[in-house]
């Protein structure tokens, strides 16, 4: 269990009631991806949502010296490719699994007759997509106003609010993530977000192993932040 589930913290399918997610599955078939897996490319034209029941995936672009920046992290209950299916446009950013992952695939058609026939589920994806762009609005300003330690401490918040689960002494992060991968988000140089962890280990604010992160103190590290 996450440590936070309320407000801006909660999941798509935790926002629908048991009879939107049934007309949901009617319409829906299973799929399932492999670790490493392309879920969504970017620049494809208009195709399927998907809905993650199981694993985690990563939402990223590659800048124009080829380095990987990434944009955002989903994982169980989180939608994917409903602004491109909305809008018609192509997709703007690719998603790949990492890790297995089983999900819901929709139909673009499938998904505008789905938001036709529950004017409710529509509202949910509409305040989504608003707070996904007040999350990009943020990061932007904190590219421009945090140094590094602020910026690697935030993501790390963010991760142990959205997928961290209790453990003794502290919050271990279940979303498995390399160092590239955080400074990838953190928008910061593989070199400075590993000082940055450097840093906050020698404040035992958290402990770090092969891919997984465990906060200590979880109201420091927010102070840092």
Known sequence: MAVTHSG?????A???????IAALRARAVPRHF???????????????VLLIERGHAKVTLVSEDGREIVLAFRGPG??????SALGGEPRSATVRALEPIDALAMAADDFDALLEEHPRIALVVLRLVIERLREADRHQFEFAAYQTLGRVARRIVELAERFGEPVEGGVRIALGISQEELAGWAGASRE???????????MALIETERRHITVRSLDELRRIA
């Open 78 to 83: 989180d939608l994917l490719g409903e602004v």
């Open 192 to 202: 400075s977000t590993s000082k940055a962890l450097h840093d906050l280990r020698a």
């Open 8 to 12: 801006a913290g909660q999941s798509f």
């Open 34 to 48: 492999e670790r490493g897996a392309t879920l969504m490319h970017h620049d494809e034209v208009r195709g399927r």
């Open 14 to 20: 935790t926002r629908l009631a048991a009879d939107e």
